[in-house]
């Protein structure tokens, strides 16, 4: 019964988010090829002039490019908002709650399809600003410079790599994979976030939406402050490194004082990357237990 209620929740939402996903892609490919524009090259070449209809095609391609970017994320996230509470909590639910499966396979289903769809989201927004971060610092530098830039970077990297082993114990590459890590858990544990605070909305006889809001502000300010309580310990590490590094900053080379403190910041992403998933795993049985045990469709 759980492949049927994924291949389901597969077509009944697979329309909007692919929809705004190439909608992205199609802004990010805009936004890129508007660095070809003639403004960028007058900037480049300090040769400023009057402003025409082309530049301002430019510009307004960048504001929307940024603002799809955003709405994109929050867009995700409110539809299966929307879906998880109408399909289990307003009239739909006396149906679904009467198929020959679990509330666990109910929400489960729910969570794997909503939280792909937000990787997807998040995925495709840190590539997009990426590779338009990349276009861009092409735009303002010439092919050789570029190519300077390049192999200039190309002969510190394992310096960088050294440095991080050295202050953090791990790999810029392992570091680098336990941040976007956090990240892509952050991004499911937002959606069981809100899936719980919808079922603890549902638990009042009236103004759900308006109880569930309520919840989702008071969780979060809770989870917030357990979150900087567990981290707090970590930071104060953090800080007293930096401090006893500071005097052998002062006379380190420039690449060593910048990375360094990028690298002892390390504990503090393994925390939030471990906070993220037990919350995650915590959230989903709370929407279990209060959709098995106290489901209220009155």
């Known amino acids: 019964m759980l492949g049927k209620l994924l291949k389901h929740e597969w077509r009944s939402t697979w329309k909007l988010p692919t929809a705004l996903s190439a909608f992205t892609i199609l802004m990010t490919l805009l936004g890129a090829l508007s660095f070809k524009m003639p403004m960028w090259q007058k900037l480049v070449g300090n040769n400023p002039s009057s402003v025409t209809f082309v530049d301002l095609v430019a510009v307004a391609i960048l504001i929307t490019y940024f603002i799809t970017i955003v709405v994109s994320a929050y867009a995700i996230m409110i539809y299966f908002s929307v ?54 610092m092409k735009t303002l530098l010439t092919e050789a410079e570029w190519k300077e830039v390049s192999a200039a970077f190309a002969g510190i990297s394992p310096s960088i790599n050294e440095i991080f082993i050295e ?29 719980l605070c919808i079922c603890i909305g549902q638990l009042f006889r009236k103004h759900k939406v308006a109880a569930a809001i309520i919840a989702y502000l008071v969780v979060t300010t809770i989870i917030q402050t357990i979150t900087s309580v567990a981290v707090l310990p970590a930071t104060f590490n953090m800080m007293f490194k930096m401090e006893a590094m500071s005097e052998s900053l002062l006379i380190a080379s420039p690449m060593e004082a910048l990375v360094a403190p990028f690298a002892t910041m390390m504990p503090v992403i393994y925390i939030s990357l471990a906070l993220s998933a037990i919350l995650s795993i915590a959230a989903f049985f709370a929407c279990e237990y209060i959709t098995k045990r106290k489901l209220n469709l009155d």
């Open 83 to 136: 879906r998880f509470y109408k399909n289990l909590y307003t009239d739909e639910g006396y149906l679904m709650h009467t198929l020959p499966t679990t509330p666990r396979n109910l929400i489960f289903s729910k969570t794997v399809i909503s939280s792909f769809w937000n990787v997807i989201s998040t995925t495709l927004m840190m590539a997009s600003m990426f590779w338009l971060f990349d276009v861009f």
């Open 167 to 195: 202050y953090s114990g791990v790999s810029v590459v392992f570091a680098i994979f336990a941040y976007i890590l956090t990240l892509l858990v952050g991004s499911i544990y937002g959606m069981l976030l809100i899936y």
